[in-house]
DNA sequence: AATTAGCACTCTGGCCTTGTGACTGCCAGC
DNA sequence: GCTGGCAGTCACAAGGCCAGAGTGCTAATT
């Protein structure tokens, strides 16, 4: 839909109606807006304005005799028209900045949780960290080691420090002798690849090998693992404190179904995923977003990125959300993690 | 204290109290007791019974006009004195046993998580489930891989199938060749010995080598890593959704401080490795454990053995819970747990 | 001496009523 | 085109009331 002949009013009316709601969270009258942001017209002209802005969809009363609330699409229009990025304090700049900076923290993982962490806090909403993508990474090497009678951890390693481990079962016959052959001839024929090629062509490239089938067909099987992320954690979602007071999730049974989609994380990590690389801040708002348990909130979302590979960040909150903030937060966020990880 | 002599009625009347109150959460009254439970004796009996056990501290009024409800201790001379845990159903039997003993479940760390999540959903209370005490394993070897420039993965292998690993950043000027001879002089004088001997001793016995110090340094350093799980998951907790409805979640600020415990997971992962690993069924009872956002809840921790290593499993939920059900799932789940592992 | 029936008293929770305040929509006048 | 005024609507808080559940105590009963 194409909002974008609204008269200067309306949206003025919209975007102090929605400024307004954002922090009290109750319906929004005509009044408070003549009284509060001083347009120097009357409640009664506000009136009618707001009537127009309700008939086209972006906002709507909860019953005769209440204020108005924004619709998803006045927070769309909101978004799309009216938003101006508020930029962070020198605190909070910082704040973000020590945490990511700090070479105390081991290795990405334990640095992407440090910042959905940071994230989560500094927002007062959920914060979201996802690996990068693997599928954009070159292997580099493949490691098979024996660490007991039938089990084999393979290490998948990919351009630019990333690696992944999985525990692969075996029979408990086979030696270090052959293991090593494996090793060489996966890497031989892998290394150098993209993991989505590896991916795609995997059972192509190795089909004229003399290898022990048994090994080899191990390690095809366990694809789905490797792709998955075996033992790592894909996605950080941190800061559910935050925003369970809200009043969006006074509903106890909402409230239970939201808790158990945080506990699952598959849902939002295919969320997330699904949620595209595109450059800069994405933001997907109430139904727009296909969970059903989180029809209510909205997503902020950027990514990070090193020369070989990128992943996503962002948070989830109430539709309600102070946008205009939350844009800036996100946005200096995956910068700095995108400075941080070009110098590691 | 010491509570072996109260009279056979009280002990009924303090049994009968406590199963009413864990089905409806409401005060218990004299007259429900006398009807429900058939004991033969007016309510006014009872009544006066139920005055002497409020003297006693096991069960209390809410307020004037109201029923009793149990205290702590009155829990605690339930579970102690009171107590006839209640057998598993066939099909409870097999939806544990089913989900233990698919063999489909790669690696420990994935048995464990279904355990907690079976554990959670089967008792309807929070599943949890530790890795196994690191301490007790005997160390098999190490192993150090280089996944990228200055960065080493660390494999700590321990008899039984357990491994570690644990990602090292280094100067990235560490020849393939130097790190060969670190692991082979970590292999010589460490494997063989308990994680737990290495811990204490470790500086000792590389006190005399000549390697570069640098990297042995590194390894030293490292160790509070390993011992605190690295990138493992340690524990596992499932199943918020099953308790959060709760009238003892009723609490908007209590449910808050719970979710953001069990985000941080640090200090329950404390509480169950200081729940010790003795033998059998241990019940924690509110004000019993030490962390204030649970003092309302109760404990049922078992453990799971393996020749080579220990670790335990358990619920959380209010203390208002079934403990009959509650303590035979926990110890079948343990028990089937030791077994799967057993065959593995 | 232990048990019980009876009774007065207390407190909670649900329910209804009422009143107030915050809105809107519309109309007539500026 | 805007605004003041006004009638009408609705939610919500406060108060009052009543029924129900439960106790403690005392006096009668076994």
Redesign the interface.
Known sequence: MAFENLSERERQVLEHLIEHYIQTADPVGSRVIANKYRMGISPATIRNTMQDLEELGLIQQPHTSAGRIPTDSGYRVFVDMLLQPEPLTKAEQDRIKNIIKQRRV??L??LLSQTSKILGEITNQLGVTMAPKFDEGVL??I?L?P?????I?M?V?V?????R?????VESEIEVKALRQVEQVLNERLAGLSMGKIRATLSDRLADTNLTPKLLKLFIDSDS?IWSGG???LIHI????NI??QPEFAD??K???F??LL?EKKELQKLFEAQGSAEGIIITIGRENPLAEIQNCSLVTSTYKTENFSGTIGIIGPTRMPYSKLVSIVEYTARSLTEALSE?
């Open positions: 081991k290795g993982n334990a580099t090497r490691d080691i660490v007991a009678e039938g089990h951890l290490i390693s351009k630019g420090g990333l690696a481990s999985i525990l692969l079962e693992e033992q790592a954690e941190t800061g559910a404190d369970i007071s106890r049974e409230l239970r179904e808790i158990k506990e590691m």
